[in-house]
Structures are given as C-alpha cells and as structure tokens.
C-alpha cells in the first residue's frame, strides 16, 4: 500500500515533469504559498540555513487544531503529543529547551522543560512565523540548538479599519473555538486587538481500554477522562509607523485550563471517586491552569545605511497542577489539591544594529540580556527556586560577492548565571541511624557560565541551482532542574537526581541545503550532521532510591545526523503532487548508554500528497494525502519499541470575495479511516495511550 | 537520492565506530515464579506479628541490577496491580496507623539470575487491611520490571 501511493506520486511528478507543456503563468506552489521558482530561489539565497517561511495563507489553509500540529506539514518539524490534545514542537527530534520559540522577536518563557506545558501563544493572533532548521545560538542564545520557531503578529494594518471572524471546531474532541481581530491605521498611529476563545471536550481514541502495568483501564466511548478544557486569549496593541521611526507595544495574555488524564496523572495509574464520565466537558482533578501575561514593546530607527532595533518585554507565566490529595511513601496526604504552582517572571532587553559598510556588506551588532525569577509552591517538588540572568554580545557578518555568492559568519560570548535556593521536604523521611529527617531535596547552587559560539555559512546559485552549507555551534545552559533536583518526581514516577557540577551543553552541527527548481518541479533536499561533546542526558540507573528508580543527569557524547527532502511537481494549473520525508538517527558515544539512541527518538516519515485546484465560485482546492511513519525499534529505557503505521489525510479549502468581503473555508480530516496507532514521540506513548482517531477540522473567516 | 546517498554514507560511517555490532541490552528483567515457590502471592492473608517470607527468581539476560520492596496500604482501592486476578477487597477506610514499608536491595555484580529471599516482619501496631506489595526490579542498563501483590493484613 504504502509503496504504491510513493510509487503513484513519484509517476505523476515524472510525468507532470516531462511530458507537460508549460504554461505562462506556470508557478511553484509550496506550502501553498504560490511563489515562483525565481522567488523561491531568492528566499533560498537570504540565508545560509535551512529556514522555511511560513505565510499567513497558509496557516490560514491548513488550519489543524494547534500552530505546532499546523507546522507539522514542514518535514523536520514535528507536534509532540503532551496529552490533552495539546502538543509542543520539536525541530529535528529536539524540543524543549533544545530548541527556541519566539514571538515578534523575544525568546518565549514559560515552563518549556515540562512534559505536559504547551505553547501558551494565542496561535490565531499569529500573522506568519518562521522556522530555522540548526543552530541559531548567534541570534538567539542559549536553547537555539535544535532550531528556531519564530512568530510574528506585528503586521502593522494598512486600511483604516480592517479585521477578521474565525468560527472553528474539531469533531475529535468536540472543540468549538472564535477568534476575532480588528486594526486599524490612523495616519502613522495603528491600533491592533484581538481574543481568542476554545472549548474543548475529553478527546478521543480509538479504542475501548488501555492496558498499562498491564492493568486495564476502560474507557468510556473511547475518551480518555477528563482531558477537555478551555482557552482564552487577548491581545492589544498600539503603534507608531514614521518613515523612519517605528515603535509598537504589545499586551497579551493567554490562559488555558486543561485536564490531566484522569486514570494516569503523569506515569502513575489512579482510581478515584471522581464520576469522570458524568460530562466529557468538564475539568475534574487533576488539571493544570496557566496564566501568561505578555508586555513587549519594539522600537527601531532606520538612518542611511543603518538600522537600530530595540525590543523590550516582560513575561509572567503562572502555572498550577491541582490533584486530589493522596498520600505516597512517606509523604503523609497533603492539606489542599495545589500539587504544583511556578510563578515565572522575565524581563527581555535586546538591541541590534545592522550596519551597510558597502553596498556588499552588512554588519549587524547586538545585545541581548535577560533575568528571570521562577517561585514554586504546592506539596509536590519537581524545580527548586531559581534566579537566573544572562547577557549576550554578538556581531555576525555578511559579504555579497555576487548575486550569486554570498558568505556570513558570526561570533557570539554568553555569560550566565544560575542561583538556585535549596528546598527540603515539608513532611519527614526515616534515615538509616532510626531517626527521620526533613530530606533536603535541593542544595543551594550559584554557577557561572561562559559560552562562546560562533557559525559560518555560504550560499551559492547557479542555473537552476541553489547550494548552501552551514556550520555552526550552539549551547544551552543547564536549567535548573538539571542542575539542583534531587527527590521524586510523583509526576512521572521516578526518582531525579540532578548534577551541580553540569556544564554548558554545546553542539556542533553542520549544514547543507541543496535547492533545484524549474517552476514545475522544486526540489529541497537538507541533510546535516549535528554532534554534543556534552548532551545532558536523564539516565536511568540500576539504583534505587526510596523505593523509586534513580534517573542521574549526566553529559554524554552524541551523534545525530539526518535528512529532510521534498519533491513537488506542479503538472498543470489544476494538478500538483509533492513527496516529502525526513531521517534522523541519534546515537550516544560515550557514558552508560553508549550505543544506544536519545530518548522519543523520532522514526523515519514520508508523505505523499496530490492537490487539485479549481475556480469555481473563487479559488479552491481539495488535497488528499497519505502519512508513513516507520517503526522505531531504536529505544532507550524506560521506552518500548513502536510499529510503523500509516494514516490518509483530506484538506480543502475555499475562497469567496464579496464585494470587500472575503469568506475563507478551509477543512482538513485526520486519520480517515480511524486508524489505531501510536506516535513513538508521543509522552503518552509510555503509558500505552493510542493518538487520536478520525478528526475534521473546520475553520470559517470573514475578512473585511 | 541526495538524502539517500547522504544518509547511507553516514550509516556505514558509524557502523565503522563499532556503534553496530555492540550488544546492547534491550530487554526488561524478569520477576519470575520459575522453579520456587514463589511469596507472597495475591490474595493471601496475613497477620500482625507474622513475617512475610519474601521469596522470588529475579532474572535478565545480560545483569541484574537492584530490587526494592515497597507496602502500603489500598484502604481506598486505588490500584497499581499487574495482576488480572482480583481478590475481594474490605471496605474503604481513612488509614490510621498505615503499614509503610520501603526499602531497597542490592543484587551482587554480574549476576542473570538471583534467588531473592526476605524475611519482612510485621509490626503489631499497624492498621489492619488490604495491602499491595510491590517488588521493583531493574538492570544494570536501567530496564525495570513492577510486580505488584494484593495482599490482606488480618489481626
């Protein structure tokens, strides 16, 4: 099966290639944006990464229940699966703080080292975003190893007064969602708000239990208990636009309350005396609420031949797990249901100055800088206390040879410091001499980090060629979890010891991006090899401490390298195929686990798809294409080997223009024949949870 | 082709590095009945005062690692079993003076199979109910195996 629909696309996209005769108007459509091959060329020759731009239309086309589920479309880019529907990005196979998210320019900061925290962005407040595949460290500091998702919502409105209306739902989980925005420019001043509203039902499974600790949990109708929850964001902003002068802020807040999976709170199974199936809409015990209030403001001057930009923000992102209280070990139950609550402040400053030394040459300098407090409270223990800031000086380099040559290169020095306050337990432990003590689950920790990166890359075009290669270091410093845990983590059913003594990840990756295009067929191909001197790798250990598991940060080498690549064809002005896939394969070298891969490993995928576009009644389109994902037999404990599988997948889209109107329709159905499977990367994976079921997205806009 | 070419070269790269043929241990141990008279098993009752005569095969196909033994109490039948037997369980009830016992067992290096044997006193004092006695093992490359046991403590 799987063979013959490769096989199909592949003949099509020969066939479409040779034996069509080209139209005038004949373009590329990626990521359907139509562009034409020339463009495509041009974006390909701005920088010497593999980055992949990702336009309004089509976040508005593609429209799949979350901004990370919507990028998935990119090969490289993956949705981890986090529960609850929601999911959080991964470039490459590294998410969390392996990889950036940034939103107008400042680095995102919620609890991004947390299994189950999502995005904490209103996605349709997202204009456009960006991703850059590799190390981003010059820009963006420590995390930006894995790659870089950059988001945009600073479109400064052109009209006097303009908006859009978005009704949307999904059938899985009976989510219904609107989202509204107006803005408006008045002379050089523009005003921009926004909300963002989502309900959302227990999702679904295809299938009428689970078995974990080969216990049985059924299900009702297939739901997994008490996963719904709700959504509201806001946004305001305001604006001055001068011929040079330009100055926005930007307040957003964005709360989300969601369930955890009632019959398994992190890894450990639960009954409880909550009826989780009198309503599949309510939020019981366990949930979690977060609260992220977002001020950013951005500044910039435009002189002859240079450019200042300035951006400031402060974020606050508030963070509660509620669960019934119950006693584990020797921590007796606990007073209240406040199992967890981080309270998380950071401040941002960052200016940039890009400098024409010639008409060949930009220079760009900048600072960043950023502090940050998180405070803990509730009964359970996972990150102590910390102050964190850091500061960052970087200078980057670029030389035009030619149109068709370019070269950059840039240095960057990162200096860091992380305090962290000890934490001993509330309630006593027995020790070894017969008396019981209040275990210190923290010391206190102050360290200093000094991280010096750099990155160099060239980009070439000829004929109907483009050719780049990257290379480029990039780091991360120890969060401190990593650094200060020591004590079970109830959440997951281990026992975390952290590593005081833990130094700067770094990592060391090389590029390539091999680009070929004839405006009817495109072709993108970008393998890289990425190696860690010093991964910080959770090891499970043979040991046991207080009758749990201990997993022992330590640093090991690793080797990662893969592949993305994408063949599309436009056969006619009606027909389009595309092919995509990606590889990765990850390995340690050294340490206990030499030998064996990196944890949530992601499997080999391919995608074969066909478009057919039509005018009728304004532009659309009905698309149709098939998921393979290979099996993962590469694991590391506690992880179980998964079997390949394969999903078909519709979207369509449509668009009508009413006199200034303009109606957008776009439909996208997952998993049509209701498949059961599972997700290797998913964090429910290890507790036997299958992905979700047949599921239609609708989304309906009105633009004025 | 490109990728393909790409991704071949670097696999037989790292093949080279004796990354391949490396024997890595991918199975779980193993807490087994076989060949003993394996204790405590579901559903027995036991009382205040006795000893639980622990008694399993810990095994793995390449070295043990550690094994803990850990007991409280199931008074509001939450439920952590690996066992599709259910015994018949007392009534709900607030824990008073629960049984809570937690200790961990080292297995001596370079073994695939050991005889675990322990004598776990009751104490006089603890409440009466249904307990679940878990026996946690692992290897040494960090595999675990959960065996839990649902066991009555009487007078």
């Known amino acids: 099966m799987t063979t013959s629909i490769i096989a199909t696309a592949l003949a099509a996209c020969v066939a479409g290639s040779n034996g069509y005769v080209a139209h005038d108007d004949s373009v590329i459509v990626l990521n359907d944006v139509t562009v034409s091959g020339q463009r495509q060329r041009e974006f390909q020759m701005r920088s010497s990464q593999s980055t992949v731009q990702v336009s309004h239309d089509y976040l508005q086309q593609n429209f799949a229940g979350s901004l990370s589920q919507t990028l998935e479309g990119i090969p490289g880019v993956k949705a981890m699966s986090i529960g609850s529907g929601q999911s959080k990005p991964t470039i490459r196979g590294l998410g969390f703080n392996r990889m950036v998210v940034s939103e107008d320019g400042v680095k995102h900061e919620g609890q991004q080292w947390g299994d189950d925290h999502g995005l904490e962005i209103d996605q349709f407040a997202v204009d456009r975003a960006e991703v850059i595949k590799g190390p981003a460290a010059l820009q963006y500091g420590s995390d930006a190893i894995g790659g870089v998702l950059s988001l945009y919502t600073n479109h400064v409105p052109t009209e006097p007064m303009s908006g859009s209306v978005q009704v949307f739902g999904r059938t899985n989980n009976e989510q219904v969602g609107l989202s509204a925005k107006l803005g408006g420019r008045l002379g050089k001043w523009f005003y921009r708000i926004s909300t963002t509203l989502i309900d959302y039902a227990d999702y679904r499974v295809p299938t009428d239990s689970i078995q974990y600790y080969s216990y049985w949990i059924r299900l009702k109708d297939g739901r997994l208990r008490n996963t719904a929850g709700c959504e509201r964001d806001g946004n305001v902003m305001i604006g001055y636009a001068g011929y040079r002068f330009h100055t926005d802020v930007r307040i957003s807040n964005s709360y989300s309350k969601s369930g955890f999976f009632a019959n398994a709170h992190g890894l450990e199974v639960r009954l409880s005396d909550i009826d989780y199936d009198h309503s599949r809409r309510d939020v019981d015990l366990p949930y979690q609420w977060v609260n992220h209030l977002k001020v950013l403001s951005h500044t910039s001057w435009q002189g002859n031949g240079v450019r200042i930009d300035a951006n400031l923000a402060w974020q606050n992102n508030h963070r509660e797990e509620l669960s019934e209280p119950i006693s584990h070990g020797y921590m007796p139950t606990p007073d209240g249901t406040l199992e967890r609550r981080f309270v998380k402040n950071t401040l941002t400053a960052n200016i940039a100055t890009h400098i024409d030394m010639s008409e060949h040459h930009e220079l760009s300098v900048g600072l960043n800088s950023e502090y940050q407090r998180n405070r803990r409270s509730g009964w359970g223990f996972i990150i102590p206390d910390f102050k964190a800031s850091s500061v960052g000086l970087f200078a980057m380099d670029k030389y035009t040879i030619s149109e068709s040559l370019k070269l950059n290169a840039g240095v960057r020095v990162d200096h860091a410091n992380t305090i962290i306050n000890s934490y001993n337990d509330w309630y006593k432990t027995p020790t070894t001499d017969g008396d019981s003590a209040y275990m210190k689950r923290s010391d206190d920790v102050n360290r200093h980090f000094t991280s010096v990166t750099w990155s160099a890359g060239i980009n070439y075009a000829t004929g109907h060629w483009v050719l780049k290669a990257n290379i480029g270091k990039s780091f991360r410093t120890p969060i401190p979890k990593e650094l200060g845990a020591d004590g079970v983590n109830y959440h997951i059913f281990r026992y975390e010891r952290g590593n005081a003594d833990l130094n700067p990840e770094e990592s060391y990756q090389m590029d390539m991006g091999i680009h070929w295009d004839n405006d009817k067929v495109f072709v993108q191909v970008d393998p890289y090899v990425n190696y860690f001197p010093n991964y910080i790798y959770l090891n499970p250990t043979a040991q046991y401490v207080e009758g749990l598991q201990l997993y022992h940060y330590t640093q090991a080498r690793v080797l990662r390298y893969g592949v993305e690549a994408q063949v599309t064809c436009v056969i006619n002005s009606h027909w389009e195929t595309e092919l995509k896939g990606e590889y990765l394969h990850a390995r340690q070298q050294s340490g206990q686990k030499k030998g064996y891969t990196l944890p949530f490993s992601t499997p080999w995928s391919m995608e074969a798809g066909a478009k057919y576009s039509f005018k009728w009644h304004g532009n659309s389109f009905v698309g149709m294409n098939a998921h393979i994902v290979g099996a993962q037999h590469e694991i590391v404990p506690p992880e179980s080997p998964t079997d390949g599988h394969w999903t078909l997948n519709l979207s369509a889209g449509k668009q009508i223009s009413l006199h200034s109107y303009k109606l957008n329709i776009a439909m996208h159905a997952e998993n049509l024949l209701n498949r059961r499977y599972y997700d290797h990367t998913s964090y429910y994976r290890l507790i036997d949870v299958p992905e979700p079921g047949r599921n239609v997205s609708i989304k309906v806009g009105l633009d004025f | ?155």
Request: charged content about 25%.
């Open chain 2, 1 to 155: 082709m490109m990728a393909l070419i790409t991704a071949s070269t670097l696999s037989i790269l790292s093949c080279g590095d004796s990354d391949c043929d490396e024997s890595k241990d991918m199975q779980k141990p193993a807490i087994s009945e076989q060949g003993i008279v394996a204790n405590p098993i579901d559903c027995q009752v036991y009382h205040r005062g006795e000893s639980i005569l622990f008694h399993y095969l810990l095994t793995d196909d390449i070295e043990l690692g550690s094994y803990n033994i850990e007991i409280h109490n199931n008074f509001d039948h939450h439920t952590h079993s690996t066992t599709a037997i259910d015994c018949e369980l007392d009534a709900k009830k607030t824990p008073q003076h629960p049984w809570v016992f937690n200790r961990d067992y080292n297995i001596p290096d370079g073994l695939r199979s050991y005889e675990a044997t322990l004598e776990i006193a009751i104490p006089t004092d603890i409440d009466t109910g249904d307990y679940h006695f878990m026996i946690r093992l692992t290897d040494k490359a960090g595999w675990q195996q959960i065996h839990s046991v649902a066991i009555k403590i009487a007078e």
